[in-house]
């Protein structure tokens, strides 16, 4: 599927989060982060990537099966430096209100890449059947 890059599109990822996950009967505890992660992905493609031009679109490729999402998420911009993301839990980086959504990718996923220059990121999350652990 894809959709041009206006914010209110995210409606879009979320309606797909929900059949997708209702329809695998997901957990709750997967379906936020699976909902988290991919709308951030969402919207760095619009905001970051596109640069919130409407004329541009953002791709999104998905396989489901009970046990495991595979999410890919392409945006027709420049790419970015994926490699030097500043880590957001740095206690100079705390009080920026931006750069959060790659770390919440990242963490929230079982499987995250990116590709092209960073145009691209796909996102796996497995073992859906089991419960989340929670790490302290």
Do not use: W
């Amino acid at each position: 599927m894809d959709f041009s890059s206006q914010g209110e599109n995210i409606t879009i990822v979320e309606r797909l989060i929900d059949e997708l996950c209702e329809k695998h009967n997901i957990p709750e505890e997967h379906y936020g982060n699976i909902l988290i992660a991919l709308t951030e992905a969402a919207n760095n493609a619009i905001y970051h990537g596109n640069r919130n031009d409407p004329d541009k679109k953002v791709i999104l490729q998905y396989e489901a099966s009970p046990k495991k999402f595979y999410f890919r998420i392409e945006d027709e911009g420049p790419g970015f430096d994926f490699e030097n993301v500043p880590d957001p839990t740095s206690p100079e980086n705390l009080e920026k209100p931006n750069g959060r959504g790659v770390f919440l990718m990242r963490h929230l996923s079982d499987e995250m890449t990116f590709l092209e220059n960073g145009r691209v990121v796909e996102i796996v999350f497995s073992n859906l059947t089991k419960p989340v652990e929670v790490s302290a």
